[in-house]
């Protein structure tokens, strides 16, 4: 292990996975703003190496020509937005088709190898908040934090419904149970990095939960753990 590798472990890590439209994205947002630590969408990655792949029009199942696809990304993140090359797609990496073909290039084991030591470049001081489906249990296993956000599918379904109404895209309630229900199963019954919590992840269903209130949990969860174990 070389030295900036040990000196990272240091930087604290907080990770919240948890399958689609579970909330993750805002609550882990909205937690590193309070906390004043970097903010990682690991999905976004999967989104951006899914739009590129969509535009080229590249075989999904093409695993080699994917994963060079996602190692030579050039995406930047300024505030909210995503950019890939000089164009903004904040907006175009959230279509539900790019979604969807995220998840089916998300199990392919050289696009998540590819996407991998990028993603551990966000670790820097002050701290990070992550979120995805694999920050605790394969990118940071020795997180400080672990957090698995679930909600009913219906919650999920009817959140995703409300974000796409918001940002002017059409929307079928039915298409997207049925777009929650088959990405999850992918999701979690893939071979490599499969959905489920990490070992020692505080559970939190929410369901019946606000993002500002899934967000003090969260808070409170860190700052019992400095209390305790002075991090
Ligand atoms: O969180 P999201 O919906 O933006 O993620 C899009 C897809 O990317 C998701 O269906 C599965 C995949 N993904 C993953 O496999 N691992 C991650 N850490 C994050 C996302």
């Given at each position: ?12 890590v907080i990770t919240i996975d948890g399958?689609?439209?579970s909330g993750k994205g805002t609550v882990a947002h909205k937690a590193a ?6 903010y990682l969408d690991s999905g ?84 990070l908040v992550a979120d995805g489906r694999?920050m605790g249990?394969?990118?940071f296993?020795?997180a400080?934090l672990k957090v698995f956000l679930t ?46 919590p990490a070992?020692?992840a505080h559970?939190l269903?929410t ?7 899934a967000v003090?949990q969260v808070?409170?969860w860190y ?9």
């Amino acid at each position: 292990m070389t030295a900036s590798h040990h000196h990272h472990h240091h930087v604290p890590v907080i990770t919240i996975d948890g399958p689609t439209a579970s909330g993750k994205g805002t609550v882990a947002h909205k937690a590193a703003l309070r906390l004043g630590f970097h903010y990682l969408d690991s999905g976004s990655l999967y989104r951006l190496t899914a739009l590129t792949a969509l535009r080229k029009g590249m075989d999904l199942r093409d695993e080699h020509a994917l994963a060079k696809a996602a190692e030579s990304l050039h995406c930047s993140f300024s505030g909210d937005a995503i950019f890939l090359a000089h164009e903004n797609v904040t907006a175009a990496i959230r279509a539900e088709e790019v979604g969807n073909t995220a998840s089916k290039i998300a199990a392919l084991p050289a696009v998540r190898q590819a996407l991998y030591g990028l993603q551990l470049g966000f670790r820097k001081a002050p701290g990070l908040v992550a979120d995805g489906r694999d920050m605790g249990t394969v990118i940071f296993p020795h997180a400080q934090l672990k957090v698995f956000l679930t909600a009913s599918v219906e919650a999920r379904a009817d959140r995703r419904y409300k974000q796409l109404i918001e940002k002017g895209f059409s929307a079928s309630m039915e298409d997207l149970l049925k777009d929650l229900r088959e990405r999850d199963e992918r999701d979690a019954n893939r071979k490599i990095a499969p959905l489920k919590p990490a070992e020692g992840a505080h559970v939190l269903d929410t369901s019946s939960m606000t993002a500002d209130e899934a967000v003090e949990q969260v808070l409170k969860w860190y700052a019992d753990l400095k209390k305790h174990h002075a991090i």
